[in-house]
């Protein structure tokens, strides 16, 4: 170094080079955190204090609000709440709820959180605050109140917006919060699948089912942002939050994340060495500009996706994981104070998530028993109906890669196969023998849901079923 000095000081175009190097991988480096969730005490940090495009890990903070909206008593979980147009409307990933559709605010909830779905966002916050915007300013009130300083939001579901910044630090504090001040509905954020209708989607926070003792939160992703992920996971009654913004893949967001939870749980002998960096809401904000890593992310002949795209990846973690730990953790095990070499996650990333029941979501009032079988069958009947007219401008454009995947979509069935047979329930509220007690027709033969019309097709100037009042989406 002693001759390389020198050198730079004389030579301008030496200086540019080194610097060409180098500059690239601080811009686009990624934000870490590790904290304690009781102490708050920050085990590992970088870059945790600048700004950054929270992407979907924004529905953290509508989930917060609306959920103390309900501990403090304006509005209870089974609230019916009505999808609008405006909902309706929002890009991909979604629901795919029409406007007028009525769901409680329980499912909305489940449905947010584990599917992502931006437009049961919307119904949350028109819902709890009247408007997106005056939801927002309830959004960014709390942000202040919990001591998120470098916070700050314009709608609930984390789509690219001006002025939708966070930080890995922010973040942090936020799922603190939820775990101090919400326990009762912490619930929300560990689910790990839902069932609507047909379809069942797992959580796409991959550690959960996975990685042991993962019990939280969110992921996100934009181009602008990278895929992000809030993670949580509790060993021996010590729970650590963990923090990852601006992953190159969904893999690699996970893989990350549990590295962090690793190292913050090995908590061996020789931690006494590094300097101690305090607290969460201790850590020094930093003043610029969020990374923007479109062209790095989504650039050239990456094809970017929702978070739900993440799904498909699972066959190829594996190779994945095992090549973005490789040379990393030998760099990792002399920055973690010389601790044993990491495992390699691509096994438990690979692997399918611990078998567990799906939780049922549905639309309408709340259900139990055999209503709550008819309810879901009528759901299941309507993801069969054919749509009138064409798909939506909305849903035609794809605002910052959040495209929605083929397997999302709700296509028609095919007309020449016979009727669907209802899907057995089962459901913490059902009664033992509900199941078993034969239902009604209306309950369970989607026909009686949407009656045929032999002689429709007969007629030459019917175009197209009608499907029970449906509208097409806003445009």
Known sequence: MIFIRPLLQRSPIILAAVLAILLPRALHAEARLV???????????????????????????????????????KLTLDTLLTVSPTAASQSPAKMGLRPGTQLTVDNALKMMLVKSANDMAVVLAEGVGGSIDGFSVMMNDTAKKLGMTQTSYVNPNGLPADGQITSARDLAILARSIIKNLPEYEYFVHIPSIRYGKRITQNFNRLIGRYPGADGFKTGFICASGYNLVASATRDGRRLIAVVLGASSGTMRAVRAAQLLD????????TWLRPSLGTVDQLVPIDASPPNLRDEVCGGKHHKQSDEDDA????????????????GNNAMFLASGLQAPLPKPSEWLAASPAPSEPIVVYTGPTRSGASLIAAVAADAAHQDTPKRGKRSRVAAKKPDGAAEP????????????????????????????AAAKPATPAATDPSAVKPAKPKAAAKPKTTAPKTSGETKPAG
């Open 263 to 270: 190292r913050g749980f090995a908590n061996n002998g020789l």
């Open 35 to 73: 904290i304690e969730a009781d102490s708050g005490k920050v085990l590992e940090a970088e870059n945790a204090t600048v700004p950054w495009y929270p992407a979907s890990v924004t529905k953290l903070m509508t989930a917060y609000v609306t959920l103390q909206a309900v501990k403090d008593g």
């Open 406 to 433: 083929k397997s999302a979509e709700i296509k028609p069935a095919d007309t020449a196969t016979a009727k669907p047979k209802p899907a057995v329930v089962h459901h913490a509220n059902a009664k033992p023998d």
């Open 312 to 327: 498909v990846v699972a066959s190829t973690a594996g190779n994945s994981a095992s090549s973005a730990t490789g040379d």
